[in-house]
């Protein structure tokens, strides 16, 4: 017992650091872009534009916009850099290596959620410190700050990974994240607002998750938020369970990877 | 202890096709097994369920002693797999990729850096230990995959057509390494293969598999021996209680008539005079369908194919057969 459990936690750690070291490796291609785009945002809605608007909900608008540029890193890079592993695990059979290994699924799908979060985080931090160029960063609450960070990172880590266990071509990685995720976090109230909005849009917009993780980080960050504390909390927990059940049913089933 | 016992395993495919009908198979620890069957046989099937790539329909596998279904970890621990496609990470170094299985199997990294060296070492890949896989030949590809199957050291190693796509010289040396591993570290060996000549020359015994179906099992010899057989089936007028008349060895079956076992040549007149030495009136005869025969001519075409599709040179692996 104890030495199944030694041996699955080295296992663990390989998983995670092999899953590190793929990103790092080609880290022009998953760290940089997004601290540009990080970059371009602040540049223009919040230096250029946001000179004009000057204050949304009471704060600064380039310190409205920047915790929502951040999460926005988060998200998308959690979940581009499991969907594109998995999926090239599948696609080349080398995820036939852990197949095959006497290693149990949790641990399996924890090692490539934890590689997700190291890349997820490794951006959010990258475009922190840009934010720094920008605007005095303190958070009011660091461990709300950092604590919705990670589970947004889990949260979206797993998405990842589900699209990868069901996508059979390039196409269906990137679908999601483009049709999908993109309009959510755009929506999510990045860069304004939702009390700007008329009641009926200020409905429809509750039932964009995204929207209750910017404002869960933004509360950490300002301590203003358009959304309670614990709902943000109780979502993202919710989304968790739910999509972590399904990932674990499916590599249980061998779901796009046994015959 | 058996390295490997199956009972009754079948696959349906999800488009429907029958690629195991339920087979029965068992090999002995330490053993040198070769499964030897053409295209479309199910072997990779097979191997598949036993390494948990494939679901299985249903059966029993246990490796080792351990069930499948009950005790998955402690089976999955005891192979070592070599699969017939490549499967690893094209973009990886050679020394990371069999690192990573290492940890995979719970190898702490000091003895995971020491088997990894061991192992590339003897497989003659140690100098392209920081090279990316892609970068390797299609032989060395195959010794990686080699040394990645053996760094946790499993009972049993199994190898789907180990050889396929590789020259001569490396198919013996590979041949060598495999009986070294055999003998040495008491490694049980289970390979699949389209040639006759690799399982006569290295395995101890052969199972042959054909369309889903385990077709015969024994020595490779016993099995060549029993392929230039020809058997008849006899309705005789007296009962038959002997189990050889002269050089024939002969056998009842249960609906009373008789079969004897003639090799291929003889004169029919020869094993009608001996029968009538013995006091035995034939009422009718027919030949029975010898299913090894029609076995090894399926496994000639088969080969064919394979060898025109590597643009190797025919192989001569049947001569023995023949
Ligand atoms: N993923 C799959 N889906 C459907 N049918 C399959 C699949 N894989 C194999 N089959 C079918 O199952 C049968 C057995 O195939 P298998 O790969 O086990 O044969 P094999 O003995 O390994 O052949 P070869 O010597 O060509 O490798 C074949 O009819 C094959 O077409
Ligand atoms: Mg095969």
Known sequence: MMARLLQERVAFFTIVRKEIRRFMRIWVQTITPPAI????????????????????????????IVPGVIMMGIIINSYANVSSSMFSAKMQHYIEELVVAPVSNI?????????GVARGLAVGTLVTCVALFFTDLSPQYPLITLSIALLTS?????????NALFANTFDDISIVPNFVLTPLTYFGGIFYSISLLPEFWQTVSKLNPVLYMINGFR????????????????VILLFIAALGSVCLWLLHRGAGIKQ | MKALHIEALTKVYD????ALRGIDLSVEEGNFFALLGPNGAGKSTAIGIIASLVNKTSGHVSVCGHDLDTAKEAAKANIGLVPQEFNFSVFESVESIVMNVAGYNGLPRRLAKQRTEHYLKQLSLWDKRKAAARDLSGGMKRRLMIARALVHEPKLLILDEPTAGVDIEIRRTMWEFLTHINKEQGTSIILTTHYLEEAESL?????????????????VSELLSRSMME???????????????????????????????????????????ELTTH??????????????????????????ESAAANGQAAHNALGAAQ
């Open chain 1, 37 to 64: 785009n990080a970059i371009l945002y602040m540049l223009i809605f919040g230096g250029l534009i946001g000179s004009r608007i000057r204050e949304m909900d009471g704060v600064p608008y380039m310190d409205f």
């Open chain 2, 203 to 219: 395995c101890r015994d052969v199972a042959i598999i054909d369309q889903g179906t385990i077709v015969e099992q024994g020595t």
């Open chain 1, 107 to 115: 641990t399996i799908l924890m090692g490539f959620i934890i590689g």
């Open chain 1, 219 to 234: 509360f950490g960050i300002l301590g203003a938020s358009d959304i309670p504390l614990w709902q943000s909390y109780a």
């Open chain 2, 231 to 273: 058997t008849f089936v006899l309705d005789t007028q007296q009962p038959v209680a002997a189990t050889s008349i002269g050089p024939y060895s002969v056998r009842t079956r249960e609906d009373g008539k008789i079969e004897i076992d003639v090799s291929q040549g003889t004169a029919l007149n020869d094993v009608f005079n």
């Open chain 1, 154 to 162: 889990v949260m979206f880590s797993l998405g990842g990974f589900l």
């Open chain 2, 15 to 18: 488009g429907g096709v029958h």
């Open chain 2, 279 to 304: 006091g035995i009136t034939v009422s009718s005869l027919r030949n029975k369908e010898n299913r090894l025969e029609a076995f090894f001519l399926r496994l000639v075409n088969s080969q064919r």
